[in-house]
């Protein structure tokens, strides 16, 4: 009688109907994410170093400023929607964070009204999409219930 080691003593054996796992296949996947963030990054200190070097005016710096941070906080609200056709595609809901979109609701609305209160745009008006596009996530969650993952086999005991 063989003795299993576990999944990997077979990895390589295709009549186990195990195939062969690339050790390094997420390096490239981790590089693409590594070359957005710092591209980024540069695009903000590059902002940043625009506003204190270029623009004189302090109003003016804070004009500028506050809309450059009105993009970031918008771009920041519409990034989980790059989810929707996968959710439309999938009819679930599994990839997107039940509990996320409540706090990203809770959040937004509560600097909305901060920034009415104060009757300023640049904390009202970004926070807007945020309330927008938690509700049309809750609308998905309710349209389309999260199922669980059926590439997972149940482990045995």
């Avoid at 980024?40 to 941070?69: H, N, R, T």
């Avoid at 209160?117 to 938690?134: A, Q």
Wanted: aromatic letters at 12%.
């Amino acid at each position: 009688m063989e003795k299993e080691l576990g999944p990997q003593t077979y990895a390589d054996d295709p009549e186990r109907g195990q195939r062969p796992v690339p050790a390094l296949s997420h390096h490239g996947y981790q590089r693409a994410v590594l070359l957005q963030t710092a591209t980024l990054l540069g695009v903000l200190l590059m902002g940043y170093g625009y506003f204190w070097l270029l623009v004189p005016d302090q109003e003016a710096q804070l004009q500028q400023l506050g809309l450059f941070c009105s993009v970031f906080t918008i771009s920041m609200y519409l990034s989980p929607l790059a989810d929707l056709a996968k959710v439309i595609h999938t009819k679930s809901t599994q990839c997107l964070s039940f509990s996320l979109t409540i706090a990203t609701l809770l959040t937004s609305s509560s600097w909305s009204l901060y920034g009415f209160r104060l009757k300023d745009p640049y904390i009202m008006v970004p926070n807007l999409p945020g309330i927008l596009t938690s509700f049309i996530r809750l609308w998905l969650f309710w349209k389309y219930p999260q199922k669980q993952d059926r590439n997972y086999r149940l482990l045995q005991t």
